[in-house]
């Protein structure tokens, strides 16, 4: 495999980790479960489990109750 390959390689995985690593922190997740991606199999639990956990940013958005 030439030096090419590795660079779209890296380019396709960059693509794919740094927005997910994003979406990840901002729901108050740990950014390294993207490298979970690279286990097969793993990723689509984690998916799951992500989906359905409670997220932060939105359940702490509730507005005040006024009487």
Do not use: C, N
Not at 39 to 50: H, Q, R
């Amino acid at each position: 495999m030439s030096w090419l390959h590795w660079v779209v390689l890296l380019a396709v995985l960059a693509i794919f980790f740094i927005p997910v690593a994003r979406i990840f922190k901002r729901a108050g997740w740990s950014p390294w479960l993207t490298l979970v991606a690279l286990i097969p199999g793993a990723s689509i639990v984690v998916l799951w489990v992500f989906a359905f956990a409670p997220w932060p940013a939105v359940d702490g958005a509730k507005p005040p109750i006024t009487d």
